[in-house]
T-cell receptor, first 113, second 117 residues
Framework: DVKVTQSSRYLVKRTGEKVFLECVQD?????MFWYRQDPGLGLRLIYF???????EKGDIPEGYSVSREKKERFSLILESASTNQTSMYLC????????????FGSGTRLTVV | GENVEQHPSTLSVQEGDSAVIKCTYSDSASNYFPWYKQELGKGPQLIIDIRSNVGEKKDQRIAVTLNKTAKHFSLHITETQPEDSAVYFCAASFRGFNAGGSEKLVFGKGTKLTVNP
């Protein structure tokens, strides 16, 4: 069964900490995405990557960075976590050149205290 | 700009009734329209999709219709069951976020569907 795996389901971090959210896919997909999900705001794109070492800003990149050193792994980094980054974070992947649906991970619920 | 509007934000129906969720999109070049279901504690899962060369698609109790002229599409669930309770997201494709022309999806804000037994 093909999968997008997010390393943590729940995380609690302190304000100012550096936080790493990891995502791994086993479908050999070129495209990977990070979204955050908040009530009433839907899914908002933070960053995406269409190739190894390539990254593009999404709609809300402020306060975040990403790393894609290997095709299967896409990491989201909160350089200095703040309480307004408390949210559900979803990773997704897709094949390029095709308008096929994304495959999502199960999400990481991050709480910053 | 790239925008997808989804209505209603919440929907409550009785078991056995039908449910309809509607979305509009901004870019006439969009040609792919998936629907996702997100159950509590899980990531969104693709349940049905439609491409711009088709007006309607059905899969058992679920159907999606597309009106390209009006730039709107809808999800129809018939004979609803309690297990249909979830958050549903529509999305539309927007082209060309990299040199290969890969498409990205823009999502609606979601509809929380509750099916009452």
């Amino acid at each position: 069964d093909v999968k997008v795996t997010q390393s943590s389901r729940y995380l609690v971090k302190r304000t100012g900490e550096k936080v790493f959210l990891e995502c791994v896919q086993d479908m050999d997909h070129e495209n990977m995405f990070w979204y955050r999900q908040d009530p009433g705001l839907g899914l908002r794109l933070i960053y995406f990557s269409y190739d190894v070492k390539m990254k593009e800003k999404g709609d809300i990149p402020e306060g975040y960075s990403v790393s894609r050193e290997k095709k299967e792994r896409f990491s989201l980094i909160l350089e200095s976590a703040s309480t307004n980054q408390t949210s559900m974070y979803l990773c997704a992947s897709s094949s390029p050149g095709q308008a096929y649906g994304y495959t999502f991970g199960s999400g990481t619920r991050l709480t910053v205290v | 700009g790239e925008n997808v509007e989804q209505h209603p934000s919440t929907l409550s129906v009785q078991e056995g009734d039908s449910a309809v969720i509607k979305c509009t999109y901004s870019d006439s070049a969009s040609n792919y329209f998936p629907w996702y279901k997100q159950e509590l504690g899980k990531g969104p899962q693709l349940i049905i999709d439609i491409r711009s060369n088709v007006g309607e698609k059905k899969d058992q109790r679920i159907a999606v219709t597309l009106n390209k002229t009006a730039k709107h599409f809808s999800l129809h669930i018939t004979e609803t069951q309690p297990e249909d309770s979830a958050v549903y997201f529509c999305a539309a494709s927007f082209r060309g976020f990299n040199a290969g022309g890969s498409e990205k999806l823009v999502f609606g804000k979601g509809t929380k569907l509750t099916v009452n037994p």
